[in-house]
């Protein structure tokens, strides 16, 4: 795979997984090393994924990320992945940056997934891809009311504004804004998220 022609990218957010920052909504349940080794676990298994992607979809994988530095992600994901880290703000600037450094690198198409969907495979990512040849929009809606993925093919800062993330109105309010504005928008299956200590027991 020539890198130079490459012309989509997908994106991996997650968090370094030291104990009592990460995964905090777990602690009660797993205590903190428990929860930073499910980050971990998550993390690595998200990964994976994403290079079976890539070995019959042509795609750039990278991975944005919160907390420790890029040796310590190195030393634990590998040197053959690309690394940012986050910027500052909330969710939804993070992601505005994220997608608004692909776009500007000369991306088509360009999706970002978290680390807590255990079900979300490579055929699904795959398929958000096709979606963006002929849609603006593609959300992978998560069973508690939010997105496991979210693809563009250009940046519409608009979709991350004044939305209450973390709650259960993530995904209608982004649909509501996409509707204003005029936009097709595809949708994926309805995944469970890994998000708080109920969420174990699947």
């Known amino acids: 795979m020539n890198p130079a022609t490459v012309k989509e990218t997908l994106i991996i957010f997650t968090r370094y997984p030291e104990p009592g920052k990460t995964k905090t909504r777990m602690i009660p349940a797993l ?8 980050q971990r676990q998550m993390t690595e298994n998200t990964l994976a994924k994403a290079k079976k992607l890539q070995a019959f979809h042509p795609v750039s994988v990278e991975i944005h990320f919160a907390g420790g530095n890029q040796p310590l992600m190195q030393a634990w994901l590998g040197a053959d992945v690309i690394y940012y880290q986050q910027s500052e703000g909330d969710l939804g600037k993070r992601m505005v940056s994220a997608f608004e450094k692909s776009f500007t690198a000369g991306m088509t198409g360009v999706v970002i997934i978290g680390t ?6 490579p055929q699904i990512m795959a398929e958000a891809f096709q979606w963006l040849e002929t849609h603006d929009l593609v959300l992978g809606p998560a069973q508690d009311g939010g997105y496991y993925l979210i693809g563009l093919r250009r940046l519409i800062p608009e979709l991350f504004v004044g939305i209450d993330w973390g709650t259960s109105q993530v995904r209608q309010q ?10 097709a928008i595809a949708s994926l299956p309805i995944l469970h998220d890994i998000d708080r200590p109920e969420d174990l027991g699947r």
Not at 174 to 183: F, K, Q, Y
Request: negative net charge; hydrophobic residues 40%.
């Open 31 to 38: 205590g903190e090393k428990g929860a930073a080794n499910l």
């Open 116 to 121: 807590d969907c255990p079900d979300l495979n």
């Open 174 to 183: 982004t649909v509501e804004i996409a509707d204003r504005l005029g936009l």
